[in-house]
């Protein structure tokens, strides 16, 4: 089992700065694959960022690219995301998503492919 906690959401005005951090917790020898997620009400959940088990590999959606960064502190299974000239429409409850690595580094983008998941942290930005 590994333990997702996600802080570091709040309310920003628009073109503000905010940076989210996710820890996994579980067994010593393990590597994760980490992602963010976010989800408004009445929508589903859409893929934001998502980066591999070394954090060589990453992947951003498009509405995101050049604006958030991903990037991992292996050293301490912390994932984080800086989010830059951020938008009302960045405004969702955020979601940490972890798989357990193994074998050739990749990054997953579909929410189906993780298999733990954070409480989630709300970013609200106003115009």
């Known amino acids: 089992q590994v333990q997702v906690v996600e802080s570091g959401g709040g309310l920003v005005q628009t073109g503000g700065s905010l940076r989210l951090s996710c820890k996994a917790s579980g067994r010593t020898s393990d590597s994760y694959a980490m992602g963010w997620f976010r989800q408004t009400p009445g929508k589903e959940r859409e893929f934001v960022a998502a980066?591999?088990?070394?954090?060589?590999?990453?992947s951003y959606a498009d509405a995101v690219k050049g604006r958030f960064t991903i990037s991992k502190d292996n050293a301490n299974n912390t994932m984080y995301l800086q989010m830059n000239s951020l938008k009302p429409e960045d405004t969702a409850v955020y979601y940490c998503a972890v798989n357990v690595a193994f074998g050739l580094e990749r990054v997953y983008i579909g929410s189906h492919e993780y298999s733990f998941w954070g409480q989630g942290t709300q970013v609200a930005v106003s115009s």
């Open positions: 980066i591999g088990w070394s954090g060589t590999r990453t």
